[in-house]
């Protein structure tokens, strides 16, 4: 499968020892993964973080939510189940939240551009999203309450295209096209994306701090 593909391709193994259980389709029966519409209880998707399972309803069935339950599990494989403070809850792609859940929500919806997109696409839209993480626009609420953000602040770290108007520019990306995955994988204990400003610092060196921030301010998640 292609998000096992790219893993492997850049040197990480991002199999469990034990694999990925994924319930399809999910139904009100099972008991998981719900939520409300209407003030009704409706079957929905979703990865469970202190084992990874998965459990799908059939509208979900494309690769685009496939590879965004699977950025959870593995995200909670690599923080030994411990999610951001106030992720896992209920959650539309258009509005804020809190920092953890844009910050759980908005790797998981990187994970899909990431597999299907090299970092020199051109107007990235994954099918199923049906946003362009180089630039979503305004629709989307700003900072890092809102996952789209988060989703195109790593958009950023990964791709080569340089966006934005100076001094609010993107000019940088990693080289390696695993380290925009890698470095979030790896430094686990974190609430928010702009606790990633000094994280890719430390990474990146002191004379990077200000394209770093640059970078986040494009995507507006230098912000809470
Ligand atoms: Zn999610």
Redesign the pocket.
Known sequence: MALWRKFKKHGMNALRDVPVELTFPNTLASGKCQIQQGGMAVAWS??QAADGKIWLISAHAVPGVVQ??LG?SIHAYYWNGNMPSGSGIQHKKENCYNPGLGL??GF?TFMPYWVQFEPDAVNPVEARYNFNIETPGSGFCLGSSNEVRVASTFWDVYDKTQDGVSPIKDTWYFTKPYAPVSTFLKNPGHNAMYEYMSVYTAILGNNMALPIVNLFMLNTTQLP
């Open positions: 979703c990865s965004h339950e959870h759980s929500e998981a």
